[in-house]
């Protein structure tokens, strides 16, 4: 359930998040390109629907929490990017 979390995506985020600096969009993209691959390339994966669904809301679950816990600053980073 972890791998989605593991990635070069969430590492980027967490640091980020902890240490207070922005991130370079440059980098942040392709990270996230990696990511969202990862993501639909998981879902083949999956044999259980229902284990990948988990896999996904455990996932937002921690996005959300690093939102939270980055504050302003990240939830100007998202809303940039939406």
């Known amino acids: 359930?972890?791998?989605f979390i593991k990635t070069k995506f969430f590492l980027a985020l967490q640091e980020?998040?902890?240490k207070g600096f922005d991130l370079d969009s440059q980098v942040l993209q392709k990270v996230y390109d990696e990511f969202v691959l990862l993501l639909f390339s998981g879902s083949a994966a999956f044999t259980d629907k229902?284990?990948?669904?988990n896999a996904l809301v455990h996932t937002r679950v921690e996005l959300a929490g690093l939102i939270k816990g980055a504050g302003k600053?990240?939830?100007n980073l998202c809303t940039k990017n939406n």
Do not use: L, N
Not at 50 to 53: E, H, L, P, S, V
């Open 1 to 3: 359930m972890k791998q």
């Open 16 to 18: 980020a998040s902890q």
């Open 73 to 75: 600053k990240c939830s």
């Open 50 to 53: 229902a284990a990948y669904r």
